[in-house]
C-alpha cells in the first residue's frame, strides 16, 4: 500500500508569492490534516479534511487555505507569502481522522519551503 | 489551551536505556501519543496510551499517569538508528487534531 505522498518535495519562493502544495493520502483514508513544521516551534496544526469538508482550523491567518478533493486528495495554498511562512509543511492522512480513539497519523515526508 | 514540555535534547550510549519525559496541560484529554521522526523524514507513530500504566512494544515503552498529566517513552538498548527526534502529543479538545511538544532530539553515540 502506497504512503502518503506529498509534492512537490522542495519549493523557493519570493515573499508576496503564492504556493500550492499538494497531498496524496492512503487509499480508503478520509481524513487528510496539514502540520507546519519549524525549529523553533514544532509541529502546529493547520487544518483537517474529511470528505470534501473542512472540520477543523488551527490558529493561522486567512493566506492559509486548503481544500480536499472526492478523491480524498487534498492542497493546500499559501498566498501572499511572508519570510516567516518558511517551513517544512507536512500532510498526515487517517481513516476517518482522530475522534475518540487511538487512530494514528500516517505523514508524508512534507514539502520544503523556502521564502526569498 | 493545550500545551506539552518535553527535554529538547538527550544523548545516550548504544546499548543502554533512556527516558524521555512530557509533562501536558489539556482541556479533554483523550491519549497521549508519541511519534519519532529522523532527519528529513516523516513523522512515525510509535505509541498511544489512553488509560494509566506501561505499554510495551519491543524495545520500546511509553507510561501515561493521566492523574500527574505526565507521560514518559521509554528506550531500551538503544541502537545508532534510534537517532531521531521524538515527540508526544495529544489531541484538542474536538479530538480532531494532534498538538505536539516541540521534541525532543535524541543522539546516540558508540
Known amino acids: 500500500k502506497a504512503g502518503v505522498t506529498q509534492t512537490p518535495r522542495y519549493l523557493i519562493k519570493t515573499r508576496g508569492q503564492q504556493v500550492t502544495l499538494s497531498c496524496s493520502p492512503i487509499?480508503?483514508?478520509?481524513?487528510v490534516s496539514w502540520y507546519q513544521q519549524t525549529p523553533g516551534q514544532g509541529l502546529q496544526f493547520l487544518f483537517e479534511?474529511?470528505?470534501?469538508?473542512?472540520?477543523n482550523k488551527g490558529n493561522f491567518p486567512g493566506r492559509f487555505s486548503g481544500r480536499q478533493f472526492s478523491n480524498s486528495r487534498s492542497e493546500m495554498n499559501v498566498s501572499t507569502l511572508e519570510l516567516g511562512d518558511s517551513a517544512l509543511y507536512l500532510c498526515?492522512?487517517?481513516?476517518?481522522?482522530?475522534?475518540?480513539?487511538?487512530?494514528?497519523?500516517?505523514f508524508g515526508s512534507g514539502t520544503q519551503l523556502s521564502v526569498l | 489551551g493545550q500545551s506539552l514540555e518535553q527535554p529538547s535534547e538527550v544523548t545516550a550510549v548504544e546499548g543502554a536505556i533512556v527516558q524521555i519525559n512530557c509533562t501536558y496541560q489539556?482541556?479533554?484529554?483523550?491519549?497521549l501519543s508519541w511519534y519519532q521522526q529522523h532527519d528529513g523524514g516523516a513523522p512515525t507513530f510509535l505509541s498511544y496510551?489512553?488509560?494509566?500504566g506501561l505499554e510495551e512494544t519491543g524495545r520500546f515503552s511509553s507510561f501515561l499517569s493521566r492523574s500527574d498529566s505526565y507521560g514518559y517513552l521509554l528506550l531500551q538498548e538503544l541502537q545508532m538508528k534510534d537517532s531521531a527526534s521524538y515527540f508526544c502529543?495529544?489531541?484538542?479538545?474536538?479530538?480532531?487534531?494532534?498538538?505536539f511538544g516541540k521534541g525532543t532530539t535524541l543522539s546516540v553515540s558508540s
Open positions: 498526515a492522512s487517517s481513516l476517518d481522522g482522530l475522534g475518540r480513539t487511538n487512530e494514528k497519523l500516517f
Open positions: 489539556t482541556s479533554g484529554f483523550y491519549g
Open positions: 502529543a495529544v489531541q484538542n479538545q474536538a479530538g480532531t487534531a494532534l498538538i
Open positions: 479534511y474529511f470528505s470534501e469538508t473542512q472540520r
Open positions: 496510551n489512553a488509560l494509566d
Open positions: 487509499s480508503g483514508h478520509r481524513s
